[in-house]
């Protein structure tokens, strides 16, 4: 395990911009902040265990899964499973990895998943797109492929992530492949897998040993499976089919129970986080029975909930408290942490999105995160990706790189011979410190004007989101390809006709 | 020193919504966070006492306070201190209270300064005010008013500040009675003092003996005073004669450097922060010197600024770390933190604002501060007070209020029977647990809009800062008067008529 080694880029089409630094994670050089003592911590350990041996847990559609449970010495009825006080705690302990790496086919954008490291990925799922030009629309595989070539120019991103957008022009069942190859063709960092159902994970794991080699692919994780529970106390077949093939390819499951307090969990921070934990440790003991050691993450996307209509509410109280309590359970069972990123049910990149996007994100940072979905781009509750809010969005994932990053008190930041020099009354405008030190001792985000309003209003009075619109297609003009073997590129397009050929074409999961 | 007592009151005009709590300050009961190490703190500070003692620091036009730090032993040259080391630490620390209150003239609304309280106080200072209806504008004393009974309905915040505006139409050295009286006459709240010269700091004085009695003035803190250096390393007579005339009065003086680094103290973060407390542990010292043993809390404003433009910027990663950074260190000195909030440059209630207000008010509790100045309204680096985002900055108040009561571990709150009773696959929204919680378990902002996007529309598209436009106009035709003895409504008016007198109107201060 090597510590991430930043990289000076010039960033695309920046000549009156300094150098952006590009790393390929954040490493946390500051620490996790606590909502839960000790005894909080016991008590919701203790709640999660005695749900998971009183109700127990339901794996339906995947009698293998029961048998799996059976011979763990689990009590199985029909479908339910209970488990002793313990048992999944106990078996997640033996056997998960604390942290581990997952491999991009640039090694320079090698992920470390675990310790202080946070993975920054962009939005994930939406099957509509909005930007300030062509207004809200159903995704296309167009703009799946916008995306990720934005997402690749942003430096403080550090995944390709998956469904970047759902690209709902092409076949249900047949799309994971394209988006699969999008990611490989167009970005050269780590990307996800196809979360949906055993066959799907099955053809990203093919396509993975295309890009890697097989070998390589057996012993390294190069992709990224996040299973969720249907909550409460569910994991159906199309999540547990994926899991089981990830778990046994050796690649990363992280157990992300979903939840909107109040309808699928009880409306309390406290039994929701009982049942959220129930749930994580269940199927993250069920990883590591399907292959002890194999690398999992503990997921937390509790969200909550409107109780006037029932809508979900993002940026909450709850919701951060929620994630910080997350990531104290995570630590202290001792896998990595699964979160959430910049989420809004706002329509627009507007007030409201940044107000609960730099809740959300921040909330995740401080609850030490190893990994944060949704980084970009949300808006309506994940129904749309934004290509304004992505670059909004985008400088707050570069903030809270440089926050994390700490206090320099190096000689040099220290400034004391500055301070002597410059004296009471006197500006530093011109001394030697700040001439020495100002291309990089600031952190410059992207989409802020900080003018004065004369010029402000000169300049169009343009809104922030009618910036980040300028932005993003700038960004994508100057993109960058990072190319792709042709060889592996011709083995992905046939792999893809070939498996394509196999069904026809279906407009349904 | 009592607890805060929550009363809980019908919002005004919200027939829809369920009572909104409001405390008289926030009680938090989640900790701090760290960003120096105890070694990064020492080093620090003894970087603070070389400054003060090598450099030392300028008290311009105001030659008794010279003779009060020569009587105390330090060094005076000229206008310049110095002090040797420790000494201005040790003179805090021998006198100064950790924790006080601040009294407000309905006494459910005395708020606590120090310890674990945080009270959230209005924009202060800006010339302008924006509103979507009117735009930007030089503000009135008419917008003035509006602004106190606009906060006086805001249950999230827990002061009535200051100069919330600069009402512009009044001459400007009588205006500031005519702000004293507004606040004392539309607000029950706490409000802030007259900061620039000790003869308007008399004027505030006064004014408050005539609504709580000067008996007790004499024994309360019933005002507030910031006191700001002229950084780097002086403080001017304007601020100084103020910092006496409150200290001798036994009022709290806020003593805090406001800085933008690379202009005003060094463009590293390190630098900057032995620099500020270099100067609020100088002018702290100047208090408990004047007057041992009178409140006073050690102020962090220090802002970032772009080096392409010299704009003040905000929301940045240095200016958290700075606010974090000073908790650390106010706590070693023993007393409160005063900061600011929700700062922007932007020049709307856009996504910009509230990217940068989330984080600005976010790192402040996190730091542990004990008052938020600027915690609604600001926009452009302090030049405008808007209304719509004084409401969407209110919802953020709400939220760190809510958050920092952290998590309830009640047996309600753990729903353990709501859990077993509900089961696996099932849905809480119509279980009792839920009936019985769901109006106070969750946090109810007032401005977003969660909705669906199709109701959104029907709705008519509005962004947030729309929202808030129609919102602050139904709050302040809601506004409640809190009434004032008519006797102590003359006789302010009586000495206000009776100090404008004997002055002629100036346009300058």
Redesign the interface.
């Given at each position: 395990m090597t510590s991430p080694q930043p990289t000076r880029r010039r960033r695309a089409g920046s000549s009156?911009r300094p150098e952006q630094l590009r790393a390929p994670y954040i490493q946390r050089k500051?620490?996790t902040?606590?909502?839960?003592s000790e005894e909080?911590l016991s008590?919701i350990e203790a709640?999660a265990d005695?749900?998971l041996q009183?109700?127990?847990?339901?794996f339906t559609g995947d009698p293998e899964i029961l048998e799996i449970f059976k011979a763990a010495g689990c009590d199985v009825k029909d479908t339910?499973v209970h488990f002793e006080k313990g048992f999944c705690r106990k078996t997640i302990q033996a056997t998960a990895p604390k942290l581990f790496m997952q491999n991009a086919r640039n090694p320079a954008n090698t992920v470390q998943l675990g310790g202080d490291a946070t993975v920054l990925c962009p939005s994930w799922g939406p099957p509509f797109v909005h930007d300030l030009d062509k207004g809200?629309r159903y995704a296309s595989y167009s703009d799946f492929i916008s995306l990720v070539k934005l997402h690749q120019t942003i430096p403080w991103l550090h995944h390709s992530g998956g469904v970047v957008c759902e690209p709902v022009d092409l076949p249900a069942n047949k799309r994971h492949l394209d988006m699969l190859y999008g990611h490989i063709r167009y970005s050269d960092r780590a990307f996800m897998g196809a979360f949906i159902g055993a066959e799907r994970a099955g053809h990203a794991i093919d396509m993975a040993r295309i890009v890697f080699g097989a070998d390589y692919v057996a012993n390294n994780p190069v992709l990224y499976c996040v299973s969720n529970t249907?909550a409460?106390?569910?994991l159906d077949s199309h999540m547990s089919g994926a899991l089981k093939t990830y778990a046994r390819a050796n690649q990363p499951v992280a157990c992300t129970p979903w939840v909107l307090?109040?309808?699928?969990?009880?409306?309390?921070?406290?039994?929701t986080?009982?049942?959220v934990l129930a749930e994580a440790t269940a199927c993250l003991s069920l990883v590591q029975l399907v292959n002890p050691g194999a690398p999992c993450l503990m997921g937390s996307f509790a969200s909550?909930?409107?109780?006037?209509?029932?809508?979900?509410?993002f940026?909450?109280?709850?919701a951060?408290?929620m994630v910080l309590?997350a990531g104290q359970l995570a630590r202290r069972l001792g896998v990595p942490l699964h979160t959430v990123g910049t989420l809004s049910?706002?329509?627009?990149?507007?007030?409201?999105?940044?107000?609960?996007?730099?809740?959300g994100l921040?909330m995740s940072m401080?609850a030490g995160a190893n990994l944060i979905n949704h980084a970009t781009g949300w808006l309506?509750?994940g129904?749309v990706t934004s290509f304004e809010?992505t670059m909004?969005d985008a400088?707050?994932c570069g903030?809270?790189g440089?926050?994390f990053?700490?206090?320099?008190?190096?000689e040099?930041?220290?400034?004391?011979s500055?301070?002597?020099a410059?004296?009471?009354?006197?500006?530093?405008?011109g001394?030697d410190?700040?001439r020495l030190?100002?291309?990089s001792?600031?952190?410059?985000?992207l989409?802020?004007?900080?003018?004065?309003?004369e010029q402000?209003q000169a300049e169009g009075?343009k809104?922030?989101?009618t910036r980040?619109n300028a932005l993003w297609k700038k960004q994508l003009e100057n993109y960058q390809d990072p190319g792709l073997d042709p060889a592996i590129d011709e083995e992905l397009k046939a792999y893809m006709t070939r498996v394509k050929s196999q069904q026809p074409d279906m407009n349904y999961f």
């Open positions: 009156d500051l620490g902040f606590s909502v839960l909080g008590l709640n005695t749900i009183e109700t127990g847990m339901e339910r809200r249907n409460p106390l569910v307090t109040g309808a699928m969990s009880p409306t309390t921070v406290a039994g986080l009982a049942q909550t909930m409107s109780m006037q209509s029932g809508a979900p509410t940026g909450t109280p709850e951060g408290l309590a049910a706002s329509k627009l990149p507007d007030a409201q999105a940044e107000q609960e996007a730099a809740w921040l401080f309506e509750g129904l809010k909004i400088d707050l903030k809270v440089r926050f990053d700490g206090i320099d008190l190096s040099n930041a220290q400034a004391m500055a301070i002597a410059t004296g009471p009354g006197q500006h530093y405008l001394s410190h700040t030190n100002f291309m001792a600031l952190f410059r985000p989409t802020p004007d900080n003018n004065s309003f402000w009075s809104d922030a989101a980040a």
